[in-house]
């Protein structure tokens, strides 16, 4: 439930490692393609 | 690979339960309808008929709205309310948006800040609401989702019984919209205030969602 704080990357900023990267736009997709699957469905049948 | 597995496995354990789940739903929901469909004499539908009817889409979108409200809510009113002794909560007297200096943004923003919160104006507040504005967002369109899918589901139960259909307009303030709305929103309610009150009592050895086994039943917000 709660968000862990991330720890300080150094003085380069807050780089999004690949593979973190990788999970947050999956989950986002997930998400978008379900959403779009819901609206596109219910228009469809209507 | 190894290390990614690693790195990710809370977000993957989740994202393989979602779809394993989903894909129970899916077939327990096509033998629920079907079941129904060979009571009332009609023909059964395929998996994947089931799948893209509105009545799945209907199911699916009704929980998504509530599970992203929970979270909309739990995050939003966690800024300004608390439970003392709750690892959910803040601590009593730090209520509210807090300073820039706390929150380590604009000229307070370390090396290793993301870009936007070391920015200003209007780059800072919408980073600085990004978490509860993405769930908002997804809450609203799985509503939106649900509406539009259980209106089409309603209107063939409505025309399979010979009863005229109702607009988009008439579904949102009807009993069948309403009631598949309170019904999860009641649940996440529940799950949440329960969430909040007994992990101020009782702990879960090593998980960040509990406070130490050995913390005091009056410590705030230390995940243990």
């Known amino acids: ?46 | 690979m190894r290390r990614f597995i690693r790195d990710n496995s809370l977000s993957l354990f989740f994202l393989i339960a979602f779809l394993l789940a989903l894909a129970g739903q899916s077939v327990a929901g096509n033998a629920d309808v079907n079941a129904r469909r060979l009571s009332e004499g009609s023909a059964p539908i395929s998996w994947p008929t089931y799948v893209t009817s509105s009545d799945f889409a209907v199911d699916v979108a009704e929980n998504w709205q509530s599970e992203y409200l929970q979270f909309l809510l739990f995050i939003l009113v966690t800024v300004w309310l608390v439970q003392r002794g709750s690892p959910e909560s803040k601590k009593p007297g730090e209520e509210g948006r807090e300073g820039d200096a706390e929150q380590r943004i604009g000229r307070h923003a370390l090396p290793g800040s993301p870009g936007w919160a070391k920015a200003t104006g209007l780059r800072q507040t919408l980073y600085g609401n990004s978490l509860g504005l993405l769930m908002g967002v997804i809450f609203v369109l799985s509503w939106l989702g649900q509406s539009v899918a259980g209106n089409a589901a309603y209107n063939e139960r409505q025309l399979a019984q010979l009863q005229d259909p109702v607009s988009w307009a008439g579904y949102v303030v009807s009993a069948d919209f309403w009631n598949r709305s309170l019904q999860n929103w009641q649940s996440e309610l529940l799950a949440v205030l329960s969430m909040v009150v007994f992990s101020v009592y009782l702990r879960q050895r090593g998980s960040p969602e509990s406070k130490p086994v050995g913390a005091s039943h009056d410590t705030t917000g230390t995940g243990g």
């Not at chain 1, 704080?5 to 379900?34: C, D």
């Open chain 1, 1 to 46: 439930m709660r968000a862990a704080v991330p720890a300080a990357k150094g003085p380069t900023g807050a780089k999004w490692s690949p593979e973190v990267r990788a999970m947050f736009v999956t989950t986002v997709a997930v998400i978008t393609v379900g959403l779009i699957c819901f609206l596109v469905i219910g228009l469809l049948h209507r």
